[in-house]
């Protein structure tokens, strides 16, 4: 394998990393953003909760807000569901940013090792050339 080619998949690696990068950083914002919306519900409830706990009238709401509690534990159950699978796909997008960034390191090195072998190489070809041309 010759370094050009050793360099473009190294270019590759490079671009599957960047990728593997913003797909993370996108399940994050997914999850940050499921997390703001169980935190509104458990606003919501809470809200609900105080009104009519504080209300003369509450006891004429109650079945009303019954069923709007309701509403809102399923929701904030939902939530929790979303921001656990969520949570799951972070940590995968994470893990495949990582292998993604290990296998770049790798091809560097191997483009490394194959620059400095084609270097030694043509540093022996150097002093051959001059030992051949010293000979009569």
């Known amino acids: ?10 270019k590759r690696a490079e671009r599957l990393t960047a990728v593997q990068e913003q797909m993370r950083r996108a399940a994050e ?5 499921t997390r703001r919306n169980a935190e509104a519900v458990e606003a919501d409830r809470a809200a609900l909760l105080a009104a ?3 209300s003369a009238h ?10 709007r509690l309701r509403g ?9 569901r979303i921001a656990a699978s969520q949570a799951d ?6 893990l ?4 993604a960034e290990l296998s770049a390191e790798r091809i560097e090195t191997l483009l490394d090792r194959e620059r400095d072998r084609l270097d030694a190489m ?7 050339q001059r030992r051949d041309a010293s000979l009569p």
């Open 52 to 54: 009519v706990g504080s």
């Open 89 to 94: 796909e972070v940590r995968e997008q994470g």
């Open 29 to 33: 914002w997914q999850l940050a953003e």
């Open 72 to 80: 809102l534990a399923a929701r904030a159950t939902e939530l929790e």
């Open 96 to 99: 495949a940013q990582k292998r």
């Open 58 to 67: 509450g006891h004429l709401f109650l079945e009303a807000a019954n069923r």
């Open 122 to 128: 043509e540093r022996l070809d150097g002093l051959a």
């Open 1 to 10: 394998m010759s370094a050009a080619d050793i360099a473009k998949r190294l």
